[in-house]
């Protein structure tokens, strides 16, 4: 089979093959062990047919977008050639777990898009512009550079080893914000915030921020009492924070010390209010009466 083929029919996939589509790049296949997914997808996208997993191996390249705990055991399973690339979409998971088409002579590599699939119709707008995490010999990196370009992607390139620091580095900007609002939520709810009111003010808060390490970078968008050595307010928003347990201090104390760091490079703050800052992230938390500390 000539063109291109995918091999899972999820998210990825649903967003890959019509941005694929969109931008004068033909899919000829897809391929899912649900046919009903691959037909699904097949449906949406022009000029491709639901075929059997091993049809779709047949392609010149093939798209492996199946969960990363199953690369390695589709991979291993489908005959492979001489001649044709093999390439897996995950961040985490190095190229190696393609090491059976490998064997067979193809060419293997990774294209990972730096961004959320949630909504694979909100996906499909968001690809240009998104970086995306390219891996392979160079002639398979150049043809996946041009994919990449064609779709308004950013190509970066990841060494071999380097995949889960890369991925695991982008989950700070990603997955890990949930995890920052989940805990202003949790403070919020203390005075009688629900979720809804607490992100409907957060988020233009938050959008701001990131415009900020947009235009000042990391250290110059540091901002808040960290940021102006106001180790009077830290200590208040600890003594609130420890209140609600000691998890929830640590967790302030963590992010407070990094911000500290932060505020340390961009010289915001001189020497007496670093060291009244660090007295204050370094105090124990003075625990409620009759509470023993953890």
């Known amino acids: 089979m000539t063109g291109i083929a995918f091999i899972g029919a999820g998210r990825v996939a649903s967003t890959l093959a019509r941005a694929f589509v ?3 790049v033909p899919v000829a296949a897809i391929a ?3 046919d009903a997914s691959a037909r699904r997808l097949a449906q949406r996208v022009r000029g491709a047919d639901a075929v059997s997993m091993q049809d779709a191996a047949a392609a010149d390249l093939v798209f492996l977008t199946v969960p990363d705990d199953d ?8 005959a492979w050639r001489d001649g044709q690339a093999v390439v897996h979409c995950s961040g985490a998971t190095e190229v190696a777990v393609l090491d059976a088409a490998a064997r067979r002579g193809a060419l293997i590599g990774g294209f990972h898009p730096l961004q959320t699939f949630a909504d694979p ?3 499909v707008e968001l690809l240009a512009g998104t970086t995306v995490a390219i891996e392979g010999p160079a002639s398979l990196a150049a043809t996946l550079r041009e994919l990449a370009e064609r779709l308004g992607m950013k190509p970066l390139s990841v060494p071999p080893g380097a995949r889960a620091a890369y991925h695991g580095g982008a989950s700070f900007a990603a997955g890990f914000i949930a995890s920052m609002f989940e805990e202003a939520a949790a ?3 203390s005075f009688g915030i629900d979720e809804r009111a607490t992100l409907d003010a957060l988020l233009p808060l938050a959008r701001g ?3 900020s390490v947009e235009s000042r970078g990391i250290a110059g968008a540091v901002s808040g009492p960290v940021s102006r050595g106001d180790a009077g307010v830290v200590a208040r928003h600890l003594a609130a924070f ?15 010390r990094r911000a500290l760091k932060l505020a340390i490079a961009d010289r915001r703050i001189d020497a007496a209010q670093v060291a009244r800052m660090r007295a204050v992230l370094d105090a124990e938390p003075i625990p409620e009466p009759g509470v023993r500390p953890s």
Request: hydrophobic fraction near 40%.
């Open 209 to 211: 921020a990131l415009a």
């Open 32 to 34: 899912s062990r649900n």
């Open 187 to 189: 403070m919020w709810a």
């Open 71 to 78: 690369i390695a055991t589709v991979c291993d399973t489908l």
């Open 242 to 256: 420890d209140a609600q347990g000691p998890d929830h201090g640590r967790f302030y104390r963590e992010f407070a």
């Open 121 to 123: 119709d909100r996906a």
């Open 22 to 24: 969109a931008n004068g």
